[in-house]
Structures are given as C-alpha cells and as structure tokens.
C-alpha cells in the first residue's frame, strides 16, 4: 500500500470519482474499489473523509459492509 499521507491528500481529487460512481446507486467500499480500479484500503480513506464532511452517508449494511450514497443537498449525514 502506498503512503497514509499520500492516499488522504488524494482525496479532493477522487471526490467526484467517488460521487460519480454512487450516481448508480449505494455501493459497498469494496464495490466502489472495483469500479474505480483502486484498492480498497485506499477507497476507505476517501470515503472515510467523504463521511466525515457530509459529503456521502451510509444506507443499508450488506455481508457486513455499509452501503454508501451521496448526501442529499439538504445535509443528511
């Protein structure tokens, strides 16, 4: 795995990426990895920080993974 430091400074510039692939609907970290072709290590970190901002929300768990979906513009967290 790469550098800690390097993968969170990454994180503004997978935003959209991120948010581009939930347009399909909630996805699973792991899910989210595959379609972007990163490991999911990495994407947890992103999405992690995407959470944290309000920026995605959980939906449902799934084989003990939680799903993600953008936040709605009204601030759901």
Same mark, same amino acid.
């Given at each position: 795995?790469?550098?800690?430091?390097?993968?969170?400074?990454?994180?503004?510039?997978?935003?959209?990426?991120?948010?581009?692939?939930?347009?399909?609907?909630?996805?699973?970290?792991?899910?989210?990895?595959?379609?972007?072709? !990163?490991?999911?290590?990495?994407?947890?970190?992103?999405?992690?920080?995407?959470?944290? !901002?309000?920026?995605?929300?959980?939906?449902?768990?799934?084989?003990? !993974?939680?799903? !993600?979906?953008?936040?709605?513009?009204?601030?759901?967290?």
């Amino acid at each position: 795995m790469r550098d800690v430091r390097e993968i969170i400074r990454e994180e503004m510039l997978m935003r959209d990426r991120v948010l581009a692939v939930l347009e399909a609907g909630p996805k699973t970290v792991p899910e989210i990895a595959v379609a972007l072709g !990163y490991p999911s290590e990495e994407v947890m970190f992103w999405v992690m920080g995407m959470r944290k !901002y309000g920026v995605v929300a959980e939906t449902e768990e799934e084989d003990g !993974y939680f799903k !993600y979906q953008a936040a709605t513009a009204g601030g759901e967290h």
